[in-house]
Nanobody
Framework: QVQLVESGGGLVQAGGSLRLSCAAS????????MGWYRQAPGKQRESVAV???????NYADSVKGRFTISRDNAKNTVYLEMNSLKPEDTAVYYC???????????????WGQGTQVTVSS
């Protein structure tokens, strides 16, 4: 089992910055890709940024050039640096880990509890 704990959310003014962290514990050696997703009130959860175990990165168009995802494999931690924040970035941000069971070959996904990011105008 993998557990994910996020931190770093909060309230910030438009144009400000925040850094989110997500620490994995448990069977962290099974983790492949890690990513950040967000869900605003009344909207579906959407992908923000994903980083593979090899370092390949994908960003949502809406955050390209403003957000940076990174991971420290030694610490089993993924980060999301968010700059030039906009009110439309307001959402609950969730960390996600893709886990591979090398014995069964089954891939599962673990979610963190979420952290609120609020950007005021």
């Amino acid at each position: 089992q993998v557990q994910l704990v996020e931190s770093g959310g909060g309230l910030v003014q438009a144009g400000g910055s925040l850094r989110l962290s997500c620490a994995a514990s448990g069977r962290a050696f099974s983790i492949r890709a890690m990513g950040w997703y967000r869900q605003a009130p009344g909207k579906q959860r959407e992908s923000v940024a994903v980083i593979s175990s090899g370092g390949s990165i994908n960003y949502a168009d809406s955050v390209k050039g403003r957000f940076t995802i990174s991971r420290d494999n030694a610490k089993n931690t993924v980060y999301l640096e968010m700059n030039s924040l906009k009110p439309e970035d307001t959402a609950v941000y969730y960390c996600n880990a893709e886990n591979l069971n090398r014995v069964s070959g089954v891939t599962t996904y673990t979610w963190g509890q979420g952290t609120q990011v609020t950007v005021s105008s």
